[in-house]
């Protein structure tokens, strides 16, 4: 089992950076494939980016690609998403997210949902 817990987010300009993390405890975090999430009010949860148990890969929503990056450090059990060329329809709140089955292709596919979320934080991106 492994719990997580999301830090950074806040506000932001259009065409800001923001980094959002994401701590891992419990288990080793290799043993998971990683992933991060958003939700808008009023709108379905959606996929943002995904990454490799070893951290060779790595995939993202259209939306992001090109802006945004995901990587994950498994000896501090730490994830980022460094997100950058921020938009105001990038708001919402940002979930992360760990499976120890699915492979990291089936997340960032939406077949099937990761077992473990965190609480989610909000970035708000202003125009």
């Known amino acids: 089992q492994v719990q997580l817990v999301e830090s950074g987010g806040g506000l932001v300009q259009a065409g800001g950076s923001l980094s959002v993390s994401c701590a891992a405890s419990g288990r080793t975090l290799g043993s998971y494939a990683m992933g991060w999430f958003r939700q808008a009010p009023g709108m379905e949860r959606e996929f943002v980016a995904a990454i490799s148990r070893s951290g060779s890969g790595t995939y993202y929503a259209e939306s992001v690609k090109g802006r945004f990056t995901i990587s994950r450090d498994n000896a501090k059990k730490m994830v980022y998403l460094q997100m950058n060329s921020l938009k105001p329809e990038d708001t919402a709140l940002y979930y992360c997210?760990?499976?120890?089955?699915?492979?990291?292709?089936?997340?960032?596919?939406?077949?099937?949902?990761?077992?473990?979320w965190g609480q989610g934080i909000q970035v708000t991106v202003s125009s």
């Open positions: 997210s760990a499976d120890e089955s699915l492979p990291t292709r089936n997340i960032a596919q939406g077949m099937g949902v990761p077992t473990y």
